[in-house]
């Protein structure tokens, strides 16, 4: 008994840890991150080889997952993000629900609005926001 509480400190310890690094991450890029919500106006999905613009922009996505999402569906969800940038920073906050985090590049005209409504659509994603990184 005394070693599963051992154990269980240990990986919360381990848990506070990747947090706070990933945290600290957000601290030093920029200070406020301006998201961006899909609107009810009828817009053409963007896909990854539509209406390119001269120089990539970079994008912050958040996923907020709800409780009947499986490792599947994240993997899901991650290679849809990768289909926009294969060099993709996709980190999953492993609470529960889980929350993924991606920064990006893409060339994509209308990239928040098209990935927004994609993840929106996702039966095991509870809300998705994009905005400039």
């Not at 009810?40 to 958040?62: G, K, L």
């Not at 993924?100 to 927004?116: D, I, K, P, S, Y």
Request: charge should be negative; include cysteine; proline fraction near 5%.
């Amino acid at each position: 008994m005394r070693m599963a509480s051992v154990g269980i400190t240990l990986l919360v310890g381990i848990c506070l840890v990747v947090l706070a690094a990933a945290c600290g991450e957000g601290e030093e890029e920029a200070t406020a991150t301006p998201t961006a919500t899909a609107t009810a106006t009828a817009t053409a999905i963007a896909s990854p080889t539509e209406s390119p613009t001269p120089t990539a922009a970079r994008y912050e996505v958040t996923v907020r997952f709800n409780t009947s999402v499986t490792q599947d569906d994240i993997d899901e969800v991650s290679a849809l993000l990768r289909a926009y940038d294969d060099d993709l920073e996709f980190l999953i906050m492993e609470l529960w629900p889980p929350i993924g985090r991606a920064l990006l590049a893409t060339n994509v005209a209308n990239f928040c609005q098209a990935v927004e409504a994609k993840l929106k659509a996702k039966s095991y994603v509870d809300d998705a926001s994009c905005g400039p990184a």
